[in-house]
């Protein structure tokens, strides 16, 4: 027992959260509940000491009782921990991660993150154990809530991942990730209370197009937060899988509304939490849905090579999904095309993207989450790509190309979707700029003005300060620049935080 000890002492002198979830997850093997009753303390004692991580020292007593855990611990389990801590190490001092806060590098990994999401020293398997996915995406989803948003805005709550560091966790879940069985356990909630759950899923999905940075955003991380908590607690295994569920879609969720509001480095680690709460759902195409997202992202931060490989990565899984979810692939393919200035390949995807949505049998049975994905949405997204192809190729007839389209997107949207109405009136008034109808485009930036007034998203007005500035061109003209002047007192009167970001 004392070796035992001496030994505990050596590789950890003093317990945190971070490292009592190292002792218990990757040394132990047990669940939060079984870790509390070894230990002799409530199972909301460990949570609250893994949910503040590296920030929360357990108290002395604590500490000794840690100790011997470690210290009747044996031979493997120790080594186990020993080897956590040294992944954990390496981790902390990680290169250099893109900070899109700041603009710049940023010298070690987040510490205030999950970082061993990105992190290829870590053991690969673990992240996608469903008890690593559950412990992660509450903390995640609380610390999100417990930081100070201003604090936020200024550094960021995560760090970038790009490259290989991006890629890498994906092509492991395209090449076929062993899916894991939970054991049945008694659990602590009932198939009614699950179905409740899912309900208030589903209600808080609606959400994710009509927010900023408010209550909203909060009631879907605090419900994230608490769903995988239940999961955590051990609950039986058919169960287990439908609250998964509902994770992998509040995870999103909070991606998307992450994404709108401007921090893209918080939206990737939801997505990739989606992604791996989809896999612990044994859910595949939420996956690609998932893929599908991450990708989109890429292109927007203009990095076409990294969607490419996302929505590859997708597509080879999605061998025998419906129509409808191939041509929504092959769509973020061209997108990620035109990013790279390839016309031609542009053109292409997109024509098989066209045909594949205009083959769909009105039999075929499509998941939820693509009923979205229309006529309507492909002609406008397409004609978004062309105004981008028009700009990095310098070839004028794109924006005559993206005038077609978007019209048409125009012509067929519902008039319900405000977020997606707004975004294609915007994308016209600059395609209108490309041809040459200063006046014209004037007009329809004011009307795409008041449908933002109503849509509360941070891209939207992202993109109407973006015509603001490809405007100033034609600022002699007098409709211009009565449009950029009433564009001006818009975007000045947004909060200050999402004015910020904007830029």
Not at 131 to 145: C, E, N, P, Y
Not at 264 to 271: I, L, R, S, V, W
Not at 348 to 356: C, P, Q, S
Not at 472 to 480: G, H
Request: glycine letters at 6%; charged letters at 25%.
């Amino acid at each position: 027992m004392r070796a035992g000890r001496g030994r505990a002492r050596k590789l950890h002198e003093q317990w945190t959260g971070e490292t009592a979830r190292l002792l218990r997850e990757r040394a132990l093997r047990l669940s939060v509940r079984d870790f509390a009753d070894r230990l002799g303390v409530q199972h909301r004692t460990v949570s609250k000491w893994e949910a503040k991580g590296a920030n929360r020292t357990p108290q002395g007593h604590m500490q000794a009782i840690l100790d011997t855990a470690l210290a009747q611990a044996d031979d493997d389990a120790r080594t186990r921990f020993e080897l956590a801590l040294q992944a954990r190490n390496v981790a902390d001092n990680a290169p250099a991660l893109v900070n899109p806060a700041a603009g710049s590098q940023v010298d070690t990994a987040p510490q205030i993150a999950t970082p061993d999401q990105f992190d290829r020293a870590a053991d690969p398997t673990m992240l996608w154990l469903p008890t690593s996915t559950a412990r992660d995406v509450r903390d995640f989803a609380i610390r999100d809530l417990m930081l100070d948003r201003r604090r936020v805005l200024s550094g960021g709550l995560a760090a970038l991942a790009v490259g290989s560091r991006l890629t890498e966790p994906i092509d492991g879940w395209a090449a076929g990730i062993p899916m894991y069985f939970s054991a049945n356990k008694a659990g602590t909630v009932t198939e009614e209370e699950v179905h409740h759950i899912e309900l208030t899923g589903r209600a808080l999905r609606g959400w994710n197009s009509r927010f900023r940075m408010g209550i909203r955003r909060k009631a879907v991380l605090g419900q994230l937060a608490e769903v995988a908590e239940l999961i955590e607690l051990g609950q039986p295994a058919e169960l287990e899988r439908r609250l998964f569920r509902v994770s992998a879609e509040l995870s999103k969720v909070a991606a998307s509304m992450s994404w709108d509001a401007g921090l893209n480095a918080e939206a990737q680690h939801y997505y990739l939490l989606s992604l791996r709460a989809s896999h612990a759902a044994h859910d595949q195409l939420f996956g690609i849905n998932v893929l599908a997202a991450m990708a989109r992202q890429m292109v927007y931060l203009n990095r076409g090579t990294d969607a490419l490989d996302i929505v590859r990565a997708a597509a080879d899984s999605a061998a025998r999904t419906t129509p409808r979810v191939y041509a929504m692939l092959r769509v973020r393919e061209a997108w990620a095309h035109a990013r790279l200035g390839r016309s031609e390949a542009f053109r292409r995807v997109t024509g098989k993207a066209e045909e594949l949505l205009s083959s769909e049998s009105s039999n075929t049975e499509d998941p939820y989450w693509i009923s979205g994905f229309d006529r309507a949405e492909l002609s406008g997204t397409t004609g978004g790509r062309y105004l981008e192809l028009a700009t990095i190729t310098g070839k004028p007839q794109a924006f005559a190309d993206a005038d077609t389209y978007i019209s048409e997107a125009l012509r067929l949207r519902d008039g319900g979707n405000l977020r997606s109405r707004a975004l294609d009136t915007i994308n016209l008034a600059r395609a209108r700029l490309g041809t040459q109808e200063p006046v014209e485009a004037a007009r329809i930036a004011l009307d795409a003005m008041s449908i933002a007034r109503r849509t509360n998203s941070g891209h939207v007005d992202r993109k109407l300060r973006r015509f603001s500035e490809e405007s100033a061109r034609y600022s002699k003209n007098p409709n211009v620049r009565q449009a950029r002047q009433e564009l001006g007192d818009y975007l000045r009167k947004l909060p200050q935080k999402e004015s910020q970001k904007a830029r």
